[in-house]
């Protein structure tokens, strides 16, 4: 069986410093694709990042950045630079190969501080 | 992402009574998911359906709660006889494929019963 687990309910991080989300998951497939997704205060789930098994590389996007270590089975969310705007909930999810499928985490919620 | 089209944003019911939910996809799009997040939850997969078709509906409640996309006009889930229990918010996504990178997801809609 698939599962996610984000074992941070809260974080708190200074502005402009880097703050470092964990995510850990489980599954048996071979190929499996991670994701990230913000949900602000507003409710919409907006995606960030996204990450193939079998990429050699970790995943960039801006200020977001994906440490995946897949012996570990970990897929980590860090947010460079943080913004007060980087506040919010945030969601790890995974999907294997050939299903449609996602498998979501419980959330880490962002309390960014000026 | 404004792609995706979720009506209404907020829903008021009583117990007993029905609540539809309303989906437009992305544009091109031909693949819709139904995705419930209970308070402080993440999200959990309900349907999956293509135009006029269901392909995966377990993660839907037996009873009471039902979903189509017809060939024209949106997705509608639709929950009769509402209980407390119900209260979340509902996330309509869309790909154009099966397999896709990335779901994009509308705002949401959230229903309150009370």
């Known amino acids: 069986a698939q599962k996610i687990t984000q074992t941070q309910p809260g974080m708190f991080v200074q502005e402009k410093e880097a703050v470092t989300l964990d995510c850990t998951y489980d599954t048996s497939d071979p190929s499996y694709g991670l994701f990230w997704y913000k949900q602000p205060s507003s409710g919409e789930m907006i995606f960030l990042i996204y990450q193939g098994s079998y990429d050699q590389q970790n995943a960039t996007e801006g200020r977001y950045s994906l440490n995946f270590q897949k012996a570990r089975k970990s897929a980590n969310l860090v947010i460079s630079a943080s913004q007060l705007g980087d506040s919010a909930m945030y969601f790890c999810?995974?999907?294997?190969?050939?299903?449609?499928?996602?498998?979501f985490g419980t959330g880490t919620r962002l309390k960014v501080l000026a | 992402n404004a792609g995706v089209m979720q009506n209404p944003r907020h829903l008021v019911r009583r117990r007993g009574q029905e609540a539809r939910l309303r989906c437009s996809p992305m544009?091109?799009?031909?693949?819709v998911y139904w995705y419930r997040q209970l308070p402080e939850e993440g999200l959990k997969f309900m349907v999956y359906l293509q135009k006029e078709n269901i392909i995966d509906e377990s993660g839907m409640p037996k009873e009471r709660f039902s979903a189509e996309f017809p060939k024209e006009g949106p997705s509608i889930l639709r929950i009769q006889q509402v209980v407390r229990g119900d209260s979340a918010a509902y996330f309509c996504a869309s790909s154009q494929s099966r397999n896709t990178g990335e779901l994009f997801f509308g705002e949401g809609s959230r229903l309150t019963v009370l």
């Open positions: 544009k091109g799009h031909s693949h």
């Open positions: 999810a995974m999907r294997g190969a050939g299903t449609y499928k996602y498998i």
